[in-house]
């Protein structure tokens, strides 16, 4: 039977970005991938993503940005592995630096392309983060990997990743990875992840 990854998005992008359009392509003979478009406010996010999961029971989550923190929330509490692709823990501060209006940089299935950063969603995701640990457990130290950007120029959030998991990886890149680095560092990441 097929494995199933679920990959979660970063902000500003959509279930079709290059990211999730790479990995569709690398496994397209060994694993199902799931890359949902998911809402724009946290916790409607985390709802969503608990509901995905529910139904059709992924192996595995892999997240880059936004996407990774949403991911190691989702991961810990029902405790399956997960990849962190440049994890924006942090992200009310990342949202504060933009607040106005702003265009996705993939397109979307519901064609809304546009995006309101606004005071109400940097609270949500203050309350968010204030909470992202709570199902954190020890058992899940292993299980849930942290890759790097090594030029990352948006998140800088590996010592605080170091704190609870054990596995962290780097790449030369930067925070969002090309196509090369997808296939070369991600890829080979999630499949050894799907093994355990």
């Known amino acids: 039977m097929m494995k199933k990854i679920l990959f ?3 902000f500003f992008a959509s279930g079709t970005c290059a990211l999730a359009l790479t990995l569709k392509e690398y496994f397209q003979d060994n694993a199902s991938i799931l890359t949902p478009d998911l809402p724009l406010h946290p916790q409607e996010a985390l709802s969503y993503i608990r509901q995905i999961c529910a139904s059709e029971h992924p192996d595995i989550l892999v997240g880059n940005s936004n996407g990774a923190f949403l991911a190691q929330i989702i991961a ?6 997960a990849l962190l692709g440049n ?3 942090g992200m009310n501060a990342f949202l504060a630096e933009r607040i106005g209006t702003h265009q996705y940089k993939s397109p979307r299935a519901d064609g809304n392309q546009q ?3 606004d005071q109400q969603l940097i609270d949500e995701f203050s309350l968010t983060q204030q909470h992202q640990w ?6 899940n130290k292993q299980r849930i990997w942290g890759l790097f950007g090594e030029t990352d120029q ?3 959030f590996e010592p605080l990743f ?3 998991y054990t596995n962290t990886f780097h790449f030369p890149g930067g925070h969002i990875p090309t196509d090369e680095e997808v296939r070369k560092y991600y890829a ?4 050894r992840l799907l093994e355990i």
Do not use: Q
């Open 8 to 10: 979660l998005h970063g």
């Open 76 to 81: 810990s509490e029902i405790g399956i592995p």
């Open 87 to 89: 994890p924006h823990l």
């Open 115 to 117: 995006v309101v950063i």
């Open 134 to 139: 709570d199902s954190y457990r020890p058992e």
């Open 154 to 156: 948006v998140a800088h």
């Open 162 to 164: 170091s704190k609870y």
């Open 188 to 191: 080979p990441l999630i499949e």
